[in-house]
């Protein structure tokens, strides 16, 4: 099987090669602009593989992707490239009209006029898998229930209304066009190769320098955190067994408040790391309380009992052992 990655430079993309070339047959081609958050160096373990194959290419570029479409003639698509950081978002929200909404047009289409030209078991075979977030369903009450598949849709940020937008655009292209879609949400992921701007590696290395740890107001927001390799192998069993048109949210049920994940980094840096920066007793003396972000969300949390059910993925990489290996990651390549 081909495989067409977009994003596949980015931390959950790129982790997605690796498995797939890692531990199937299947050959990927991995599109992507190369953005600020694009880093190749993630992909150098199968850069070299005759299975894999890179092009830099804007998805908002149609001839660019009509090319590589025709050039390479995938058997599916998995869409993950996006712009994805919330603060970002509130502070210059186009990019993210471009390339989470505009750009998903523009892949479905190029994707919808390929397909339309495939004949017999090709087509039928045909998937165009939209990875996307648990944001889009907002805010959570403390006590509520996670959300589910069928669960309302309530973006809050500019980030969470453009993936919304462009979950609303893969379902119409099925129901209008016949496109065959798979979709998923997943919880907050972490591990190796995130891009430092992320709460995780960004406490890990402010840490190490012994520069302030920012937590929003008073950091009882809470996420589900999902280690990224538990993430990627629900991605490949959605794609091959999940159910056309159907939806599949990906969550560990690691429920964390953002001081609880802050505060067990600082844990795991004192055994790891005990001699700290000049003038530092503590690694938790660093964090710091700041403005919390506009419209931020109090919780998020995802029932995956029907990707576990149907599907039969379930997470192994508990949050202390993911987080462990994250941390060990990161002091694996940092400079002297």
Same mark, same amino acid.
């Given at each position: ?23 199937t047959n299947d050959s990927v081609v991995n599109i992507d602009k =190369?953005?600020?958050? /694009? %880093?190749? &160096?993630?992909?150098? *373990?199968?850069?070299?593989? $005759? ?64 397909w339309s030209g495939l004949v017999d078991g090709a087509k039928s ?14 805010? =959570?009450?403390?006590? /509520? %229930?996670? &959300?589910?598949?069928? *669960?309302?849709?309530?973006? $809050? ?95 560990? &049920?690691?429920?964390? *408040? ?79």
């Amino acid at each position: 099987m081909k495989v067409l990655v977009t994003g596949g430079a980015g931390f959950i993309g790129s982790a997605l090669i690796r498995y797939i070339i890692g531990n199937t047959n299947d050959s990927v081609v991995n599109i992507d602009k =190369l953005t600020y958050a /694009g %880093d190749l &160096s993630s992909l150098t *373990s199968v850069e070299s593989n $005759s299975r894999y194959a890179f092009e830099q290419v804007d998805i908002c570029d149609r001839n660019a992707l009509e090319r590589v479409f025709q050039q390479y003639l995938p058997d599916v698509v998995m869409h993950l490239a996006a712009e994805s950081h919330v603060d970002r978002s509130i502070g210059g929200p186009a990019a993210f009209v471009e390339t989470n909404i505009v750009g998903t047009f523009t892949l479905l289409e190029v994707a919808r006029g390929y397909w339309s030209g495939l004949v017999d078991g090709a087509k039928s075979a045909f998937r165009f898998h939209h990875i996307s977030t648990d944001e889009v369903f907002g805010d =959570l009450d403390a006590e /509520g %229930d996670p &959300s589910t598949e069928r *669960s309302p849709y309530l973006p $809050s940020s500019p980030y969470s209304a453009s993936k919304a937008s462009s979950d609303h655009l893969v379902r119409a292209w099925h129901r209008t066009y016949g496109l065959p879609v798979v979709l998923s949400n997943c919880s907050n992921n972490y591990g190796p190769y995130q891009h430092p701007e992320k709460l995780i590696p960004l406490m890990i290395n402010n840490a190490l320098e012994g520069e302030v740890l920012p937590v929003y107001g008073n950091g009882l927001q809470i996420r589900d955190w999902l280690f990224v390799d538990d993430h990627v192998k629900a991605l490949y069993a959605i794609l091959t067994k999940g159910l056309v048109g159907e939806t599949y949210n990906v969550g560990a &049920s690691n429920e964390k *408040s953002n001081i609880e994940v802050v505060t067990e980094i600082c844990d795991v840096l004192e055994v790891l790391v005990p001699d700290k920066p000049k003038g530092i007793e503590k690694y938790q003396d660093l964090i710091t309380h700041v403005t919390d972000r506009p419209g931020h969300d109090k919780r998020y949390a995802i029932d995956a009992s029907k990707l576990s059910l149907e599907l039969g993925w379930k997470p192994t990489v508990s949050f202390s052992d993911g987080l462990y290996k994250t941390v060990a990651y990161y002091l694996s390549t940092r400079r002297p």
